[in-house]
């Protein structure tokens, strides 16, 4: 599943998104999750290195941005307990997002899912915070526009799981592309989707 940002805006969609991942666990589904930053918060965030630097370094506005979404799994995960579940978030880094070096628009390389394997043999919930992984060279990265997104396709990918994406939005294709997809996001079409996604 993959909550987007107005889906985790403050605490009553998140408390609401929790209900949702309660309900698809108890369904018998083993139940990953990637989510967004809450609401405005990354513009937030860009707007706070603004304030203090005209030219924010990328390494540094990666280690800034990715928090946000951090912020929200955290959250959720605590949600999450409170209703009576074993759940357990995780950055990007942690989750096994391998990245390539570039800064503020890095492009997964690989994703080494073992703690997402262990944490769903545990009968945990597991959320992974989006827009997020690390770099060959062991730095914070983060994906761009869309990085959630690209996110939950490459994990489902890898885990083998159809991705729900959760929104409050109308719609969920970007401006930029000629096409959407008529058909469900599999393992075999991940790839595409990877690369639609990549550009916006």
């Known amino acids: ?5 107005t889906s985790v805006a403050d605490a009553g969609r998140i408390k609401r998104a929790a209900a949702r991942i309660v309900a698809k666990r108890e369904s018998g589904a083993r139940v990953v999750v990637v989510l967004s930053a809450r609401g405005k918060e990354t513009d937030r965030l860009i707007a706070d290195a603004l304030e203090v630097s005209p030219n924010p370094d990328p390494r540094e506005m990666d280690m800034l941005l990715s928090t946000g979404e951090r912020v929200s799994c955290a ?21 096994g997002i391998v990245t390539d070096t570039s800064h503020t628009k890095a492009r997964i390389l690989d994703v080494r899912a073992d703690r997402i394997r262990a944490g769903l043999e545990d009968d945990r919930i597991v959320l ?28 489902a990918a890898v885990v ?12 969920v294709c970007a401006w930029k592309l000629k096409f959407a997809f008529t058909q469900p996001v ?11 996604l990549s550009v916006g």
């Open 1 to 5: 599943m993959k909550f987007g940002g």
């Open 75 to 95: 959250l959720c995960a605590m949600a999450i307990n409170d209703l009576g579940h074993k759940a357990m978030s995780l950055t990007g880094s942690q989750a």
């Open 128 to 155: 992974v915070a989006g827009f997020q992984g690390v770099s060959t060279t062991k730095d914070v990265t983060t994906l761009g526009r869309g990085g959630s997104d690209t996110t939950a396709v490459a994990l």
């Open 160 to 171: 083998g799981k159809p991705t729900p994406f959760v929104s409050t939005e109308a719609g």
């Open 186 to 196: 599999t393992a075999g079409t991940a790839h595409v989707a990877l690369r639609v």
